[in-house]
Nanobody, 121 residues
Framework: QVHLVESGGGLVQPGGSLRLSCAAS????????MGWYRQAPEKERELVAT???????VYADSVKGRFTISRDNAKNTVYLQMNSLKPEDTAVYIC???????????????WGQGTQVTVSS
């Protein structure tokens, strides 16, 4: 069993910054691609950013130049530094990770519960 736990969400004014963290725990042999998605009310879930074990990153066009994804492989943790936040960034941010299970050796795709980010004055 693998669990992803996000933290760092909250309320911030436009132009402000937040840093999200997501720690994977449980039966982990190795984490693969990790990433962040977001879902705003009445909208579909969308990709924000992903990162491979060797730090190859992909960003949504809407966040390029403002958000930075990073990871700590030793801690099975992925981060999202969000700067110059806009009201349209308001959403639930959800962590995702590809994980090879330590016991079974099988790969799996895991999701966190999400953390709310609200950008408002």
């Amino acid at each position: 069993q693998v669990h992803l736990v996000e933290s760092g969400g909250g309320l911030v004014q436009p132009g402000g910054s937040l840093r999200l963290s997501c720690a994977a725990s449980g039966s982990i042999f190795r984490t693969g691609v990790m990433g962040w998605y977001r879902q705003a009310p009445e909208k579909e879930r969308e990709l924000v950013a992903t990162i491979t074990r060797n730090d190859i990153t992909v960003y949504a066009d809407s966040v390029k130049g403002r958000f930075t994804i990073s990871r700590d492989n030793a801690k099975n943790t992925v981060y999202l530094q969000m700067n110059s936040l806009k009201p349209e960034d308001t959403a639930v941010y959800i962590c995702n990770a590809d994980v090879i299970d330590y016991n079974s050796g099988r790969p799996g795709d895991y999701w966190g519960q999400g953390t709310q980010v609200t950008v408002s004055s």
